[in-house]
C-alpha cells in the first residue's frame, strides 16, 4: 500500500512549544501534503511541498521533504492551544492518481 | 480555492436504511472524491466520482453499496444503502482544482447507524 506512516501517533505539548511530526511514504511522488482536521471535520490544507523541494515555510509552518528516505516532516514553531488537531500528510503519487492520506498525528496543545 | 458545501452534517440512521449525502461545488470541477474515515482512523477513497460517466471504486468498495451519481461538474452524491452499524463513519467529499494541487473538503458527514 502507498499509504503514508505519521508519527508519533498522539503528541502532547504546552503552548509555546514547538510539534514536530514526521511521515513516511513508499512510492514516488509528484508532491506531499499536510493536511488538518478539527474534531472529525472536513480537513484544511496547510502546505504543499513539491518532489523537487527539500523546505518550504508557511507563517509558523515548516514543512521538510527527504525524497531519498521517502520522508517528510511539520514542524509547528510557538504552538497554541488552537493548534490541537489531528494532522495528515498526504502523497500525490505520479500519475494520475488520488490522494493517499496517512494515519494522522493527534496533536493536544495544553494551555 | 474551491467550497465545497456538504449536507446532512450528520445523522443517526437505523440499520437496514439508506442515507444520501450531498455535495454541492461553487466551481466547476472535473473529479470529486469520496472518502470513509472510521473512528479515529485516516481517511480511505471510497471512489472518484466522474462526470458523465460511472465512477471508479477503490477496492473493497462496490456500487451496490455506495452508488454515486454525478449529474454535472458541480455536483455528487453519495448513498451508503443497507446499512449496518459498521457503516459509522464520517464521510467526506473532496475536490482539487487542478491535478498535482490541493485538495478541498467539505465538511464531512457524521454516521451513525444504530
Known amino acids: 500500500s502507498q499509504q503514508g506512516e505519521e508519527d508519533p501517533q498522539a503528541l502532547s505539548i504546552q503552548e509555546g512549544e514547538n510539534a514536530t511530526m514526521n511521515c513516511s511514504y513508499k512510492t514516488s511522488i509528484n508532491n506531499l501534503q499536510w493536511y488538518r482536521q478539527n474534531s472529525g471535520r472536513g480537513l484544511v490544507h496547510l502546505i504543499l511541498?513539491?518532489?523537487?523541494?527539500r523546505e518550504k515555510h508557511s507563517g509558523r509552518l515548516r514543512v521538510t521533504l527527504d525524497t531519498s528516505k521517502k520522508s517528510s516532516s511539520l514542524l509547528i514553531t510557538a504552538s497554541r492551544a488552537a493548534d490541537t488537531a489531528s494532522y495528515f500528510c498526504a502523497t500525490d503519487a505520479r500519475g494520475n492518481t488520488p490522494l493517499v492520506f496517512g494515519k494522522g498525528t493527534r496533536l493536544s496543545v495544553i494551555a | 480555492s474551491a467550497v465545497i458545501s456538504q449536507k446532512p452534517s450528520r445523522d443517526i440512521c437505523q440499520r437496514g436504511t439508506s442515507l444520501t449525502i450531498q455535495c454541492q461545488v461553487d466551481s466547476q470541477v472535473t473529479m470529486m472524491f469520496w472518502y470513509r474515515q472510521q473512528p479515529g482512523q485516516s481517511l480511505t477513497l471510497i471512489a472518484t466520482?466522474?462526470?458523465?460517466?460511472?465512477?471508479?471504486?477503490e477496492s473493497g468498495f462496490v456500487i451496490d453499496k455506495f452508488p454515486i451519481s454525478r449529474p454535472n461538474l458541480t455536483f455528487s452524491t453519495l448513498t451508503v444503502s443497507n446499512m449496518s452499524p459498521e457503516d459509522s463513519s464520517i464521510y467526506l467529499c473532496?475536490?482539487?482544482?487542478?491535478?498535482?494541487?490541493?485538495?478541498?473538503f467539505g465538511q464531512g458527514t457524521r454516521l451513525t447507524v444504530v
Open positions: 473532496s475536490v482539487e482544482a487542478a491535478r498535482n494541487t490541493e485538495a478541498f
Open positions: 511541498i513539491r518532489s523537487n523541494e
Open positions: 466520482a466522474n462526470q458523465g460517466s460511472e465512477a471508479t471504486y
